[in-house]
């Protein structure tokens, strides 16, 4: 595997491929990685003749309160992971290279409308920093094809949306959200939770089957079933930030003739922000 820190090298070897015919998956991530990242590899090394794999902790989608400084940097366990996969490139680039000017003075990609509701009203600017960078990372990795895990639900539509209002050549592949086996999502903020708070943190994924059982069997409206899962969040001591039975597409609240739900929860254990998600698609009578 190749270690590339610098966007020439990375131009050199893309350009040796582009000779060769070879087909480039990418996976974007920002390190201390879990088997949730390790199965988008997988699916990338399916898709394509080679894998190049980011690193990279991006400041500008971090709110000013947030975790940036806290989050896990764990390159070289991340590096002997990716190696033992068999990734061909790891891009690590520096945030100096990334953003030589500062965040203040740097050309940004929005995407409106989706970008505002849910995790977007709750981190302002968010979906800006991650389109902006995943539109950068684009254009030095010039992939064929490109995974996402759907565990970041809005922020795959997000992608999707850029990648088709921007005509981005790029194939847009969603990847299943792998979980514990008492079915926590894997996520690298899990890392922050004691034993205790990651028990209780179970919770949402349970919350999320009552739910979704609620919804097939069509006895209560989709507001009521927001409300129930709610309290079932609260009641077991986590902060909900949302609860919402949306569109599977537009991430609007869902309506009762829509056919393609998604269940989306974004949950506070402690001071830990963990969000997850459920597809529904309903059996139209
Ligand atoms: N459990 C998972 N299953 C599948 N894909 C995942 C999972 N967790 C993260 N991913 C995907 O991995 C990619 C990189 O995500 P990232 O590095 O932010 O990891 P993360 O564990 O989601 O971290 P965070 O705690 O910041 O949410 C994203 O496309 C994300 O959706
Ligand atoms: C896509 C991403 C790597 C952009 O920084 C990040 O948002 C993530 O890890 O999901
Ligand atoms: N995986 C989502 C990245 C973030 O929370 O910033």
Redesign the pocket.
């Known amino acids: 595997m190749q270690f590339i820190e610098s966007l020439d090298i990375l131009r050199q070897l893309r350009q040796q491929w582009r000779q060769g015919n070879l087909r480039v998956a990418f996976v974007p991530t920002?390190g201390n990685l879990h088997d949730g990242h390790i199965e988008l590899v997988k699916q990338a090394k399916a898709r394509a003749d080679k894998v190049v794999v980011s690193i990279f902790v991006?400041p500008m989608?971090?709110g000013a309160n947030e975790d940036l400084d806290a989050y896990p940097r764990t390159l070289d366990a991340d590096r002997a992971r990716l190696e033992a996969e068999g990734v061909d490139a790891l891009f690590f680039p520096a945030v100096s290279d990334i953003y030589p000017h500062g965040l203040g003075e740097q050309t940004f990609v929005e995407v409106p409308g989706i970008s505002d509701l849910l995790c977007g009203a709750s981190r302002p600017g968010?979906f800006r920093g991650?389109a902006t960078i995943v539109c950068k990372l684009f254009n030095m990795v010039q992939p064929d094809v490109a995974c996402f895990g759907e565990?970041?639900y809005q922020?795959l539509q997000v992608i999707r949306t850029m990648v088709a209002d921007l005509s981005m050549p790029i194939e847009i592949v969603g990847i299943a959200t792998k979980r514990q086996q008492d079915g926590l999502a894997m996520?690298s903020?899990n890392g922050y939770l004691s034993n205790e708070q990651r028990t209780t943190a179970t919770t949402i994924y349970a919350t999320m089957q009552t739910m979704r059982d609620a919804i097939v069997a069509g006895q209560q409206s989709l507001r009521d079933i927001e409300k129930t899962g709610q309290a079932q969040l609260i009641g077991a001591g986590l902060t909900p930030d949302y609860v919402t039975i949306a569109n599977g597409r537009t991430l609007k609240p869902a309506q009762s003739d829509d056919v393609k739900l998604v269940i989306l929860v974004a949950a506070y254990m402690g001071k830990t922000r963990l969000i997850d998600n459920m597809q529904i698609t309903l059996h139209q009578a």
């Open positions: 920002m991006n989608q971090f968010h991650v565990k970041d922020q996520s903020r």
